[in-house]
């Protein structure tokens, strides 16, 4: 049977919970308060659904990959096709939720952070759809690198500000958008990127993101009568992966599958493989596992994917890697390429370079089964982010 996840205090076992300055803890359980509501109210559902179906582009395609599976034999893989939804990954289904949220609780100002750029550029188109004010905080090392990403933000209206601090990276960035936060709670709301977070984003994230698991389950029953063999899907700070799995976490013959970065390898100090390598800690507001020294330093995090490239791990992941409902695996950078090169070729889909991890897995995950298997694959997200990046590797 599924217990309900997380439990009242925002635990999935000894994960999650509230990890806030003092000054947080009234606002996160007002919105706790607000957030159990709004999300049972018909109005509020059917706004959603309106908006991800009109203007996100919902539902996505489950697509039989024809020549992906002849290739790989034993394989036959579905394409969960988030690509395809405005600003091209799954990243809208939780950003359009969230301000949603905001608007019922009469917030009129919106901020983010932002490492890569992706959750910013999500936020602001939503924020310009409804004619919110947005800011979004990012580490100004990360405003060099990803500066596509910024005009993009920029020309929707959002007031993008570079964060000189510590590492100038995500994790000072998500501390001033914390500072901003307490600061200008009466008219703010704080929209947070993936399954990670103080409770009860690591939640409210993952019932956004559930619309991918939900569809994909409907659209896999309704083609082939029973349910797929393993779910697969990268994992950054989770939430692709989540929103796929979950709807299945009661399916005891689903396997689910996580993949990680292996940045240049498991053995060096540059990977992303927070799950497989890290330990039990506290970082962004909740405890799971993380990629820290042995004084508690926060390790840089290495991906050849801008989204892969974070320390830390929603808590719900940690629970079901500890619980055995899902398994976590690597693929490192070089792999990835591969994987983007191999559904290229054979698909004709360019995929973004963190889901290129997740595809990267299906040769090895068809030398693992005995006998053909089918296997629906999260394509968080399109490659043409990348191509810049992918010109100089190839
Ligand atoms: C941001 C991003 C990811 C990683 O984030 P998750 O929260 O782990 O899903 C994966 N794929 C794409 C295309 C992204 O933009």
Same mark, same amino acid.
């Given at each position: 049977?599924?217990?309900?996840?997380?439990?009242?205090?925002?635990?999935?076992?000894?994960?999650?919970?509230?990890?806030?300055?003092?000054?947080?803890?009234?606002? *996160?359980?007002?919105?706790?308060?607000?957030?159990?509501?709004?999300?049972?109210?018909?109005?509020?559902?059917?706004?959603?659904?309106?908006? *991800?179906?009109?203007?996100?582009?919902?539902?996505?395609?489950?697509?039989?990959?024809?020549?992906?599976?002849?290739?790989?034999?034993?394989?036959?893989?579905?394409?969960?096709?988030?690509?395809?939804?405005?600003?091209?990954?799954?990243?809208?289904?939780?950003?359009?939720?969230?301000?949603?949220?905001?608007?019922?609780?009469?917030?009129?100002?919106?901020?983010? /952070?932002?490492?890569?750029?992706? &959750? #910013?550029?999500?936020?602001?188109?939503?924020?310009? *759809?409804? !004619?919110?004010?947005?800011?979004?905080?990012?580490?100004?090392?990360?405003?060099?690198?990803?500066?596509?990403?910024?005009?993009?933000?920029?020309?929707?209206?959002?007031?993008?500000?570079?964060?000189?601090? !510590?590492?100038?990276?995500?994790?000072?960035?998500?501390?001033?958008?914390?500072?901003?936060?307490?600061?200008?709670?009466?008219?703010?709301?704080?929209?947070?990127?993936?399954?990670?977070?103080? &409770?009860?984003?690591?939640?409210?994230?993952?019932?956004?993101?559930?619309?991918?698991?939900?569809?994909?389950?409907?659209?896999?029953?309704?083609?082939?009568?029973?349910?797929?063999?393993?779910?697969?899907?990268?994992?950054? #700070?989770?939430?692709?992966?989540?929103?796929?799995? &979950?709807?299945?976490?009661?399916?005891?013959?689903?396997?689910?599958?996580?993949?990680?970065?292996?940045?240049?390898?498991?053995?060096?100090?540059?990977?992303?493989?927070?799950?497989?390598?890290?330990?039990?800690?506290?970082? &962004?507001?909740?405890?799971?596992? *993380?990629?820290?020294?042995?004084?508690?330093?926060?390790?840089?995090?290495?991906?050849?994917?801008?989204?892969?490239?974070?320390?830390?791990? #929603?808590? /719900?992941?940690?629970?079901?890697?500890?619980?055995?409902?899902?398994?976590?695996?690597?693929?490192?950078?070089?792999?990835?390429?591969?994987?983007?090169?191999?559904?290229?070729?054979? /698909?004709?889909?360019?995929?973004?370079?963190?889901?290129?991890?997740?595809?990267?897995?299906?040769?090895?995950?068809?030398?693992?089964?005995?006998?053909?298997?089918?296997?629906?694959?999260?394509?968080?997200?399109? #490659?043409?982010?990348?191509?810049?990046?992918?010109?100089?590797?190839?």
């Amino acid at each position: 049977m599924t217990k309900r996840l997380p439990n009242t205090r925002g635990y999935y076992g000894p994960f999650g919970g509230r990890f806030a300055p003092e000054t947080l803890m009234a606002v *996160l359980s007002q919105l706790e308060k607000q957030y159990a509501a709004i999300k049972k109210d018909k109005a509020f559902r059917k706004e959603l659904e309106f908006y *991800l179906k009109e203007y996100a582009g919902r539902p996505t395609r489950l697509y039989l990959a024809k020549g992906l599976s002849a290739h790989l034999k034993k394989l036959k893989v579905y394409l969960k096709r988030e690509d395809l939804l405005h600003t091209g990954a799954h990243k809208i289904n939780n950003t359009l939720g969230q301000i949603l949220v905001a608007r019922r609780m009469g917030k009129t100002r919106i901020i983010a /952070e932002t490492g890569a750029g992706q &959750h #910013g550029v999500a936020t602001a188109t939503c924020a310009a *759809l409804f !004619g919110l004010k947005c800011v979004v905080y990012m580490g100004s090392e990360d405003v060099q690198r990803q500066s596509l990403n910024v005009l993009r933000m920029k020309l929707m209206g959002a007031t993008v500000i570079p964060v000189e601090s !510590g590492s100038k990276t995500l994790k000072d960035a998500m501390n001033e958008a914390v500072r901003d936060w307490v600061t200008n709670v009466a008219d703010t709301f704080y929209i947070i990127g993936s399954v990670a977070g103080f &409770h009860p984003y690591p939640a409210m994230v993952r019932d956004f993101q559930s619309v991918i698991g939900r569809e994909a389950r409907r659209q896999f029953l309704a083609l082939n009568k029973r349910l797929p063999d393993y779910l697969l899907a990268c994992v950054g #700070g989770g939430s692709n992966a989540m929103g796929l799995f &979950h709807p299945f976490y009661a399916d005891a013959s689903v396997k689910m599958i996580g993949v990680e970065a292996a940045g240049h390898g498991v053995h060096t100090q540059q990977h992303a493989a927070t799950l497989n390598l890290g330990t039990t800690g506290v970082l &962004h507001g909740s405890k799971s596992k *993380l990629l820290q020294n042995s004084d508690g330093q926060v390790q840089v995090a290495h991906s050849i994917a801008a989204g892969l490239d974070y320390p830390g791990v #929603g808590p /719900e992941h940690a629970y079901y890697q500890a619980s055995g409902r899902a398994q976590y695996v690597t693929v490192t950078d070089v792999d990835a390429i591969e994987g983007l090169k191999l559904l290229s070729r054979l /698909e004709g889909i360019i995929p973004a370079m963190e889901t290129a991890h997740a595809i990267a897995y299906l040769p090895r995950l068809a030398r693992r089964v005995k006998k053909t298997a089918t296997v629906i694959v999260c394509l968080s997200g399109r #490659g043409d982010k990348d191509m810049n990046q992918i010109s100089q590797l190839i």
